[in-house]
């Protein structure tokens, strides 16, 4: 069954140093990619995603993250943290055959210290 | 473009009742998946519906249920609710016709007493 592994559940960086959220999948095929942020009582954010070509994608609020295929992995980056990072973020995957259902890891919440 | 709405926000019922929940997609989005969040379970899949179709169904008892528009609104709808189902219901939209990436509302807070 697809899975998604997000070992971190609690992450406290200062403000200024560098972040990493780790996030690993098991599925059949290389699927599609995301990572969703989630500030306190809100929705969910669409912050970067990988369906093909580069490894290493970009995305919004100076975010990125890097797949690497040997394992199984789309590791979250971000060189400097800043307060209004602190949320809690989500890995997710969907099949590219299509017409499938995201499933999500259990989310890594981070806060940030001054 | 207006994003994901969802109404109620917040809602408050009884054990037993019943409840309806409302979600309006993105302009032009055809294609919206329901989700459930707990603390405990994290984010559950429960149902998607495209084109007034329900095309994919997650592990949910069958009291939960939806339905979708000729407008792609769509509404889920909880009978007989029990205290497990308290939770926050998140609808998503997304676009057939471009890249799989699904768009959030920001939810609906229900709490069964």
């Known amino acids: 069954a697809q899975s998604v592994t997000q070992p971190d559940i609690h992450i406290t960086v200062s403000e200024g140093a560098s972040l990493e959220l780790r996030c690993n999948y098991s599925?059949?095929?290389?699927?599609?990619l995301f990572w969703y942020v989630q500030s306190p009582g809100q929705g969910l954010q669409l912050l970067l995603k990988?369906?093909?070509?580069?490894?290493l994608v970009q995305g919004i609020k100076g975010f990125e993250a890097e797949f690497k295929r040997s394992q199984s992995s789309f590791n979250l980056r971000k060189p400097s943290v800043h307060w209004s990072d602190a949320a809690e973020y989500f890995c997710?995957?969907?099949?590219?055959?299509?017409?499938?259902?995201?499933?999500f890891g259990k989310g890594t919440r981070l806060s940030v210290i001054a | 473009k207006a994003g994901v709405t969802q109404t109620p926000r917040y809602l408050i019922k009884t054990r037993g009742q019943q409840v309806t929940l409302s979600c309006s997609p993105i302009?032009?989005?055809?294609?919206v998946s329901w989700y459930q969040q707990t603390p405990g379970q994290g984010l559950q899949f429960l149902f998607e519906?495209?084109?007034?179709?329900?095309?994919n169904k997650g592990n949910f008892p069958g009291r939960f249920s939806g339905r979708q528009f000729s407008n792609s609104r769509s509404e889920m709808n909880v009978s007989t609710l029990e205290l497990g189902d308290s939770a926050l219901y998140l609808c998503?939209?997304?676009?057939?016709?471009?890249?799989?990436?699904?768009?959030f509302g920001p939810g609906t807070r229900l709490t069964v007493t």
């Open positions: 997710a995957v969907a099949s590219r055959s299509g017409n499938t259902p995201l499933v």
């Open positions: 990988y369906f093909s070509g580069d490894t």
């Open positions: 519906y495209f084109s007034e179709t329900q095309r």
């Open positions: 998503a939209s997304s676009d057939p016709q471009g890249a799989y990436e699904q768009y």
């Open positions: 599925y059949g095929a290389t699927p599609y």
């Open positions: 302009s032009g989005h055809r294609s």
